[in-house]
């Protein structure tokens, strides 16, 4: 069983539709990250949060560390939002262990 | 953007062969990371580097070697590349532990005949 696990592995939505993308993690952490690769191959880093909620523009992070769980939220979802949302957990020395990802694709 | 650059991009080459790729950083951070992305396993830790002549293994770090003589460069090395190496190849820095999120390179896809 992978330490972080994500749901759904794929997920086909309309546009303007709200996005919801969850992660578990099954140890103890000290930060949890959501990540963006477009079908390009770059990664981008979207949040890191170790508490409570993000916001940035459309997007929503927010992590319960006593459930350990997060979810990826994205609210008037458009096309070019279509990427693949992988979510990472640190443990320890800075090593970030990755979810398997999650392919999201808007279609107009 | 974070000023990193993995080059070669793409390589092809044949089973034992050696390979070297390399990630250079303009940000002067002291984190350097090596990953590996495969198709049903996501993101996995190679080797990492937490300062000069500084590294340490990561999960799947059989087959792979990594030197770090600059801040700025770290390389990884493959020294009798095997099919199972296929994959695309990622590199990271961070400025701090567990302060800040990593930033990463645009990959080096690599293809072992």
């Known amino acids: 069983k992978n330490e972080v696990e994500q749901s759904p592995q794929n997920l086909t939505a309309q546009e303007g539709e709200f996005i919801t993308i969850n992660c578990s993690y099954s140890?103890?952490?000290?930060?949890l990250h959501w990540l963006q690769q477009h079908p390009g191959g770059g990664i981008v880093s979207l949040f890191m949060l170790s508490s409570g909620k993000k916001k940035h523009g459309r997007l929503i992070a927010t992590i319960n560390i006593q459930e350990k769980h997060s979810s990826l939220h994205i609210t008037a979802s458009h096309p070019r939002d279509s990427a693949v949302y992988i979510c990472?957990?640190?443990?320890?020395?800075?090593?970030?262990?990755f979810g398997q990802g999650t392919r999201l694709t808007i279609n107009p | 953007d974070a000023g990193i650059t993995q080059s070669p991009r793409h390589k092809v080459t044949e089973t034992g062969t050696p390979v070297t790729l390399r990630c250079h950083q303009t940000?002067?951070?002291?984190?350097m990371y090596w990953y590996r992305q495969d198709p049903g396993h996501g993101l996995r830790l190679i080797h990492y580097s937490y300062g000069v002549k500084d590294t340490d293994k990561g999960e799947v770090s059989d087959g792979y070697s990594v030197s770090r003589s600059k801040t700025e460069d770290f390389l990884l090395t493959l020294e009798s590349a095997t099919s199972s190496q296929t994959s695309v190849y990622f590199c990271?820095?961070?400025?701090?532990?567990?302060?800040?999120?990593?930033?990463f390179g645009d990959g080096t896809r690599l293809s072992i005949l």
């Open positions: 140890v103890g952490i000290s930060a």
């Open positions: 990271a820095i961070s400025e701090s532990l567990n302060a800040e999120p990593q930033h």
């Open positions: 940000e002067n951070h002291r984190y």
């Open positions: 990472a957990a640190t443990q320890g020395a800075q090593k970030l262990v």
